[in-house]
């Protein structure tokens, strides 16, 4: 039997605040950006940095927990698996794209949002009644 695993895990800061859209039946659906950076020394000893755009997705609960707590620039970890899609455009072009679908979201400042409230909810899941709990007991990342 073969076995595989598709696990993500980023910390990356948010590009955009989130758009929420509904399926036909009412179900939540977040869409937002995560940029990565990394940074190093090229051979010549001058300074590099370069950017990755994630697209995360997240449904239900962690959508809403998303529409009400993550705004442009915050810095949050995000843990999923990737998805990727493609279809036909308008004008007959393949497109393909790549995602991030989110299982747990963490979001790491400690910023306050621009209604007072903190920006450092911890959520877990999809569904409502897991909104609240940490990802893990001691609520420490798993690295």
Known sequence: MSRSLNKVMLIGN????????????????????LATTEAWKDKDGHFQEKTEWHTIISWRGLAEIAQRHIHK????????R?????????????RYFTEILADNIIMLDTKQRADGSPNDTHSQGNSPENQHNPIHPNNDIPF
Do not use: C
Not at 15 to 32: C, H, L, Q, R
Not at 73 to 78: H, N, P
């Open 14 to 33: 948010i590009g955009k605040d989130p758009e929420v859209n509904f399926t036909p039946s009412g179900i939540p659906v977040a869409t937002f950006s």
């Open 73 to 80: 620039g915050a810095k949050l970890y995000v843990e999923g």
């Open 82 to 94: 990737i998805q990727s899609r493609t279809f036909d455009d308008k004008d007959g072009h393949r």
